[in-house]
C-alpha cells in the first residue's frame, strides 16, 4: 500500500506547486502585458549580428541571451521585440530607459517603384514587432516636402524603442535627381528597398492606376525635350497609350520610361555601398511573399518573425495576406491593389520587350542578379 500512497502525496503536492508557479507566470505576464503585444524569443544570432551597418542607427549592440543586453526586473523579456507603450504607467522604470521611446528618422526607405508591390511589402512589415512604420506610408519628404526640416521629417514618424528600425516608403523618390546627395549627406547610414517587376506588367498597372487618376493634361500628348523627365500620358487603350500614331514605341511617356528601372536606380547605387540596398522582384514577392520577407528580417537584421503561421493565401483577394495583424486593421493590403489587367496585343507586347531589353541587361549587370522576365 506504501508504494501507493507515496506516488499520491507527491501528486498533489506537485500540483500545489504547479499552481504556485503558474500563478506567478500569470502575475508577472499581465504586469508586463500592455506593452508586449509580442514576445519572440527565438531571435537568431547570426540575424543580429548581420546587423553591422544599423549599428549606429539602432543605437545599441544587441546579444543573444537578453537580445538587449541589459538588466531589468523580467530578464526573459526580449525588449528587441517590445512596443513602446501608449502609457507610462504600468511600465517598470528599467524597462522604459531601456527602450528610449521617441520619434526616430527613417533607417529603411522604400524608394520605389511605384506599381510594383510597395504598399504591400510595407503592409506585411508593418506588422513586424520590430519596425514601426509611418502612417500614412509615403511621407514624400524628399520631393514634395523638401523645403521642410529633418525635424518636420522625424515628427511623421512613429514611437518607436532604440531595439526597433523605422521605415517609410516613397516610390516616387527613386526618380528625384538630387535627391540621393541630399540623403547621403544628411543619413548616410540609410538602407534602401527597391521593388521592380515585369517592366510590361509594372507599365499596365501604372496605366491602370493614372487611368483611375485621369488628370486632365494625361489625356494630351507631350512631346518632352531630351534629358527632360517624360509627362504621363494616357490614351484609351494601353496600346494607344505606348505606341504613338506613327508606330513609334512613345518613350516620352512616363508610363514606359519608368519601368526603365536601370536608368533610375544607377544614380543611387552609384553613391551608396550595395549593401545598403536589397532589390525585390515583385514576381516573386507577389507569389510567394515568404522568403522575400526574411530576406528583409535578414537585410534589416531584425529578429525573425514571419512564417508560415501568420501569412496565408485569399482565395477571394488573389493575393497573400496576413492571419495575425497588430492593431486593428484590415488583414490584406489595400483595395486599389489587384485590379484586373486586360490583355495586351501580343505585336505591342513583343515590342516593348525589345524596348525594354537593354535596360534590362543593364540592370542584370549592374546588380549581378537575373530576372525570369528579363
Ligand atoms: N500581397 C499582396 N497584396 C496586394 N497586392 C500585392 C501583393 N503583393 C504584391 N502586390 C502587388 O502590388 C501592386 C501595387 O503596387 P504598389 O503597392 O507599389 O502600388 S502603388 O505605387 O503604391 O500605388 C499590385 O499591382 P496590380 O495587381 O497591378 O494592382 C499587386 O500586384
Known amino acids: 500500500m506504501k508504494t501507493y500512497i507515496r506516488p499520491q502525496r507527491s501528486f498533489v503536492a506537485g500540483i500545489i506547486f504547479g499552481s504556485f508557479v503558474i500563478g506567478m507566470c500569470y502575475c508577472i505576464s499581465s504586469y508586463a502585458s500592455p506593452f508586449m503585444e509580442c514576445s519572440i524569443t527565438h531571435a537568431t544570432a547570426e540575424i543580429i549580428e548581420q546587423d553591422t551597418l544599423h549599428g549606429s542607427h539602432l543605437e545599441s549592440e544587441r546579444n543573444g541571451s537578453n537580445s538587449a543586453g541589459v538588466e531589468t526586473n523580467f530578464p526573459d523579456i526580449d525588449l528587441t521585440t517590445m512596443q513602446c507603450p501608449t502609457k507610462d504607467?504600468?511600465?517598470d522604470p528599467s524597462i522604459l530607459a531601456q527602450l528610449d521611446c521617441k520619434k526616430r528618422l527613417p533607417h529603411v526607405i522604400g524608394i520605389g517603384m511605384a506599381k510594383c508591390?510597395?504598399?504591400?511589402?510595407?503592409?506585411?512589415?508593418?506588422?513586424?514587432?520590430?519596425?514601426?512604420?509611418?502612417?500614412?506610408?509615403?511621407?514624400?519628404?524628399?520631393n514634395r516636402n523638401k523645403e521642410k526640416s529633418l525635424e518636420w521629417y522625424r515628427d511623421q514618424m512613429p514611437i518607436s524603442s532604440k531595439h526597433q528600425v523605422t521605415?517609410?516608403?516613397?516610390?516616387?523618390?527613386?526618380?528625384?535627381?538630387?535627391?540621393?546627395?541630399?540623403?547621403k549627406a544628411l543619413m548616410p547610414e540609410t538602407k534602401f528597398i527597391v521593388m521592380i517587376r515585369d517592366p510590361i506588367v509594372r507599365a499596365v498597372s501604372d496605366y491602370l492606376h493614372q487611368q483611375r487618376v485621369a488628370h486632365p493634361r494625361f489625356f494630351i500628348p507631350r512631346i518632352v525635350k531630351p534629358g527632360n523627365e517624360p509627362k504621363t500620358y494616357l490614351n484609351t487603350t494601353f496600346?494607344?497609350?505606348?505606341?504613338?500614331?506613327?508606330?513609334?514605341?512613345?518613350?516620352?511617356?512616363?508610363?514606359?520610361?519608368?519601368?526603365?528601372?536601370?536608368v533610375y536606380l544607377k544614380k543611387w547605387i552609384e553613391l551608396f555601398p550595395r549593401r545598403q540596398f536589397l532589390v525585390i522582384d515583385d514576381d516573386e514577392f507577389v507569389k510567394n511573399p515568404l522568403p522575400v520577407l526574411q530576406q528583409v528580417e535578414s537585410f534589416l537584421g531584425i529578429p525573425?518573425?514571419?512564417?508560415?503561421?501568420?501569412?496565408?493565401?485569399?482565395?477571394?483577394?488573389g493575393f497573400f495576406c496576413m492571419s495575425r495583424r497588430r492593431g486593428s486593421g484590415t488583414d490584406c493590403a489595400g483595395a486599389t491593389k489587384g485590379r484586373p489587367h486586360p490583355n495586351v496585343d501580343k505585336d505591342v507586347i513583343r515590342?516593348?520587350?525589345?524596348?525594354?531589353r537593354p535596360y534590362n541587361t543593364q540592370l542584370e549587370n549592374m546588380l549581378g542578379k537575373r530576372f525570369t522576365w528579363s
Open 89 to 91: 504607467s504600468a511600465v
Open 117 to 142: 508591390g510597395t504598399g504591400a511589402l510595407s503592409f506585411f512589415l508593418a506588422s513586424h514587432p520590430s519596425l514601426v512604420h509611418s502612417v500614412p506610408q509615403e511621407i514624400y519628404y524628399w
Open 167 to 183: 521605415m517609410e516608403k516613397t516610390p516616387s523618390y527613386i526618380f528625384e535627381k538630387d535627391t540621393p546627395a541630399r540623403i
Open 239 to 262: 496600346e494607344g497609350s505606348v505606341i504613338k500614331p506613327n508606330d513609334e514605341v512613345n518613350t516620352d511617356n512616363s508610363i514606359l520610361s519608368h519601368s526603365a528601372y536601370v
Open 304 to 317: 525573425n518573425y514571419f512564417s508560415e503561421k501568420i501569412i496565408y493565401f485569399d482565395e477571394q483577394k
Open 351 to 356: 515590342r516593348l520587350r525589345s524596348y525594354f
